[in-house]
């Protein structure tokens, strides 16, 4: 396929400030899907089950969407897998495991093979401090030790980030809230790739072709130069902000077949599956739904909601899913994302909750009717006289102070030289 050939983004409708205030929703967004999953892992299986799982749901995912960003924003190592610390704190930036401002990663580059972060604010640990020392240990200790390496291996197999501190916080309300250092040595040993890596990178999610972005448009069409302290998502063109939404939506595609290939060997059943997986999708269905409406100050009527499903990133990207947009409905085809088990594949007539939630976060009072076409489906908007009440996988996502978490101006100085 040519580049001319390529499916036009759904987010290409959108101007260069409605882009950017949607990037940094859909990071947020990202995160927030352990928010809903976990929490019926641990209903499922127990606590220490769910920390495999997620160990398991990043490990393999962020290596290929890290590569994937890098090539597509023009930072990848000259030689691959040949990276620097500032290639891996630039791929952070636009990781929906560490969303702007939620996850506030502070970075201080000592040289091209040495640096650390600290977090200012971890909206993760907001999350789990409450819930008591095991919950915190097991996020900041089982999960971050391997997940932090997965990641940084996108760039270089021997990069490591250690602790310097954190939590549990000792003593209690220490700020900041964690330290880590990130080294590259040759002396380190290389690291070793989960199994289910080496499967989630045969999706069609891991390989899939984007519209490449226009050079020629205003603003900054990729991030090779320094490393910055808060990316300025508004000081990139347009068509380099549509690029980075659609990758952050194949982010989430790859988070959830990770989330997926743990649960398949926990399961006892293939209707479990299903279920666990239905579960998540909705808590993050209705709490995207809630975000997306207010930052892009959509109406709360039909044809608002129809917007609001044709942005939504279980409908997303393009590329992947297909949907007709029209005046008065979507339409949904198979697709990629069908192929991969993603979250359409969950969706259709016979049950399509999701759908439904996300368009109520707009206006309880909305609906979708879901009619059957053979080798597709129609998705119509209608109001109901009574409004309906919250799902409770939507409720359970509400825990998290992600959910109404308010974004703050920030200015973007260079932390490494041009």
């Known amino acids: 396929m040519t580049s001319a050939e390529l499916i036009r983004s759904r987010y290409a409708e959108l101007t260069r400030e409605e882009l950017a205030e949607l990037v940094r929703e859909l990071l947020l967004i990202g995160q927030l899907i352990d928010r809903s999953g976990m929490a019926w892992c641990i209903s499922a299986f127990g606590r220490e089950e769910m920390l495999r799982i997620a160990i398991v749901e990043w490990a393999a995912a962020s290596p290929i969407y890290t590569r994937r960003m890098q090539t597509a924003l023009g930072y990848a190592p000259a030689v691959a897998g040949q990276g620097d610390v500032p290639t891996i704190f630039k791929g952070l930036q636009l990781d929906i495991g560490a969303p702007p401002q939620f996850m506030d990663f502070r970075y201080t580059v000592h040289d091209a093979h040495h640096g650390e972060f600290h977090l200012d604010h971890c909206g993760a640990l907001m999350d789990v401090e409450p819930m008591g020392e095991e919950y915190v240990r097991g996020m900041c200790h089982d999960i971050e030790d391997p997940t932090f390496d997965a990641t940084a ?20 309300g220490r700020t900041p809230h964690c330290r880590w250092t990130v080294t590259i040595d040759d002396a ?5 790739a989960i199994p289910e890596l080496a499967v989630n990178e045969r999706s069609r999610a891991a390989g899939l072709e984007l519209a490449p972005i226009d050079p020629s448009e205003y603003g900054a069409a990729d991030y090779a130069g320094p490393l910055v302290s808060d990316l300025d998502l508004a000081g990139f063109s347009r068509s380099a902000l549509v690029r980075i939404a659609d990758e952050v939506c194949l982010q989430m595609a790859l988070l959830d077949r990770g989330f997926t290939l743990a649960l398949e060997s926990r399961v006892t059943s293939p209707e479990q599956l ?19 409406a207010r930052a892009l100050s959509l109406p709360p009527d039909t044809k608002g909601a129809l917007r609001l499903l044709a942005l939504h990133p279980m409908l997303n990207p393009a590329a992947y899913v297909s949907v007709e947009v029209a005046a008065d409905a979507l339409v949904v085809r198979p697709s990629a994302a069908d192929e991969d088990g993603a979250w359409v594949s969950l969706i259709g007539p016979e049950w399509f909750v999701p759908l439904q939630v996300a368009v109520q976060a707009l206006d309880p009072h909305l609906d979708v009717e879901v009619s059957d076409l053979e ?22 996502v509400r825990f998290s102070t992600g959910a109404d978490f308010a974004f703050e101006p920030r200015r973007s100085l260079p932390i490494t030289p041009v």
């Open 375 to 396: 080798d597709r489906w129609r998705v119509e908007v209608v109001r109901r006289p009574e409004p309906a009440p919250e799902a409770a996988e939507v409720a359970v």
């Open 188 to 192: 380190n040993p290389e690291a070793v």
């Open 153 to 172: 291996i996108a760039t270089h197999p021997r990069a490591q980030v250690r602790p310097v501190h954190r939590p549990p916080r000792v003593p209690a």
């Open 274 to 292: 299903v279920e666990i997986r239905r579960k998540q999708l909705v808590g993050v269905a209705g709490i995207a739904g809630s975000r997306l």
